[in-house]
């Protein structure tokens, strides 16, 4: 059988079995674990956005391949679904975390670090705990 003829049979036991297992027990697998990932990041990053984001992204790329992988291995589709799924999957994946992400993961930090700068040269002079009298308005004469 020529090399190209193996895209256009079923994926399953009998034609892959070296591969079938492995696929559908690790989509299952990674599909699980992306979702309590995400569960559990989402309540630790709460308060940043751009790190929820990229869990989230994460997320639904997850859902997609792996939910997808797992149909293929249940109704037989042909290799030549699977195998780019797997291909276009692991490269999103790669996008998504190493090259959509970095910048503006670093911008964001670049934001909080402005901010904590400035919250400190706020507070950094003796005078700005100090609070100022009022210079106008009606004297009262103390008792």
Do not use: C
């Not at 309540?43 to 989230?56: I, P, T």
């Amino acid at each position: 059988m020529a090399p190209w003829e193996y895209l256009f049979i079923a994926f399953n036991t009998g034609n892959f079995a070296p591969i079938f297992t492995a696929v559908w027990t690790s989509a299952l697998a990674l599909l699980v674990l992306a979702i309590v990932f995400y569960n559990f990041q989402g309540r630790r990053l709460r308060n940043y956005a751009v790190f929820l984001d990229l869990n989230e992204w994460l997320l639904w790329t997850s859902i997609g391949v792996f939910s997808l992988l797992l149909m293929y291995t249940v109704f037989n589709f042909d290799f030549i679904f699977v195998l780019p799924t797997m291909v276009g999957g692991a490269i999103l994946f790669l996008w998504i975390r190493f090259i959509h992400f970095p910048p503006l993961i670093q911008a964001y930090e670049e934001r909080l670090a402005r901010q904590r700068y400035f919250q400190r040269s706020k507070t950094a002079h003796p005078e700005a705990t100090i609070r100022k009298r009022p210079t106008s308005g009606t004297k009262r004469r103390r008792r």
